[in-house]
């Protein structure tokens, strides 16, 4: 890779420590050598998060609320990049340091933790939940800090600095209905449930699968829930009133769960597409798991973690050693995908020679084919639209890592266009 200015590299350490001892040092302060900008020795223009000999960056985490998985698999695979990449040297000869805030998804506790870190970071790898994202938004503006959100809400979309990695949850849902219609026998006339969080999560869900079921001739009988809601017998049963033929879920693995296994339990023996956040490894050793083997698929921008790619067996060999008591989810892939994708992005800026925020976020905007060998390519150079509209179907497998196996590979669905040239006029 070559540079615009003389650049030497020196062997960085390796960032030491577990995730314990990352997560003790989280209350330290780094001003120090965060600074305002200039230009460093080598020529780079730096800024808030990037010393001579550091970059930070920030995670925003939730490791004691209804995410605590996901935040640990998340932060376990980008501590995991940070070691690799300091390991090689570091990212513009720096050493790489990620910052991390529990806000247990807890939106006053995010919001908190981000003034907290905002001076010191140059980028956040890592920000879980719709509604703290949300809350958060005129704030990552203002400070143009690069953002990769888990959270996949169209309403994210159009932003500079934010970054939906994949597919929206109304792109997953039109390739949810597009499955149930090629291969679950769905025609003109059926009623599709469709079960799904309040807030930005469900209602961009629902945007989808009301759209895709209109162009099929599809009815659908809709069930707004709370994160709250794990006994979803209510609303089996005013599902089996509609007479549905099918049901989408857009919601978490707990409602997952249940749905499923109440339903199967019910005799309502119908196909079930979730969302890729509802579903999570555990379900598959719980009393559910031979109904969800037998009736769930799932749709994910992602790759199963059990996917035969190369770079995804590279991925999960390193983290079962690194971290052999934690299980292999999609969060793992997640995480570790962000963290190569800004580690990227920030070389790019390198070679710029500006790892100011600003020239960090132009930098992540002019990548149209950004393949890390963890799923498919993804264009960020057009801020009004996903970065990828392609989804996989991924079926429940109790003997494959994470859980899941890859049922159809990645695949546009045949409207998805149409839809989305829909949602711009």
């Not at 695979?77 to 991390?100: L, P, S, Y």
């Not at 010191?120 to 203002?142: H, N």
């Not at 001739?217 to 069930?223: S, T």
């Amino acid at each position: 890779m070559t540079t615009q200015h003389p650049r030497h590299r020196t062997a960085a350490a390796v960032l030491a420590g577990s995730l314990a001892l990352l997560l003790a040092a989280t209350g330290c302060s780094s001003k120090a050598d965060g600074g305002k900008g200039g230009d460093a020795a080598d020529g780079v223009r730096t800024g808030p998060g990037v010393g001579a000999g550091t970059i930070r960056l920030g995670a925003l985490t939730d490791l004691t609320g209804p995410y605590a998985t996901l935040g640990k698999s998340i932060v376990q695979a980008q501590q995991m990049w940070a070691d690799e990449t300091n390991a090689k040297g570091g990212v513009c000869d720096r050493k790489v340091e990620i910052v991390v805030k529990d806000h247990g998804y807890d939106v006053q506790k995010a919001v908190t933790a981000y003034a907290d870190i905002a001076p010191d970071v140059v980028a956040l790898p890592q920000v879980i939940g719709s509604p703290v994202v949300a809350a958060l938004l005129d704030d990552i503006e203002r400070d143009e800090m690069l953002t990769f959100p888990q959270a996949w809400a169209a309403s994210l979309l159009g932003k500079d600095p934010v970054q939906v990695l994949g597919t929206t949850y109304d792109v997953d849902m039109i390739a949810a209905v597009d499955f149930l219609t090629r291969t679950k026998g769905l025609k003109k006339g059926d009623t599709v449930g469709h079960v799904y969080f309040e807030g930005d999560y469900g209602a961009n869900a629902l945007e989808g699968s009301t759209w895709a079921a209109r162009k099929a001739g599809l009815k659908v009988a809709g069930q707004k829930i709370k994160a709250t809601d794990t006994d979803l017998s209510a609303q089996v049963s005013a599902l089996r009133k509609e007479g549905v033929k099918a049901v989408l879920i857009s919601a978490g693995p707990a409602q997952t769960a249940s749905l499923v296994g109440v339903a199967a339990s019910r005799g309502l023996r119908v196909p079930v597409v979730s969302s890729a956040p509802g579903f999570a490894p555990q379900l598959m050793k719980t009393p559910a798991a031979p109904a969800l083997a037998a009736m769930l698929h799932v749709v994910s921008a992602a790759p199963a973690v059990s996917s035969e790619l190369p770079g995804v067996r590279r991925m999960v060999a390193s983290y079962k050693k690194k971290y052999p008591d934690s299980p292999v989810d999609s969060g793992v892939l997640s995480g570790y995908n962000a963290a190569q994708l800004i580690g990227a992005d920030l070389e790019k800026a390198c070679e710029a020679g500006s790892l100011a925020r600003e020239d960090v976020v132009k930098a992540h905007r002019t990548r149209k084919n950004a393949d890390t060998g963890l799923g498919t390519p993804q264009d960020f150079s057009d801020v009004d639209r996903p970065a990828s509209v392609e989804s996989y179907v991924l079926r429940p497998d109790a003997g494959a890592v994470g859980g899941l196996v890859v049922a159809e590979d990645a695949h546009p669905a045949p409207d998805v266009e149409e839809y989305l040239a829909s949602r711009t006029r």
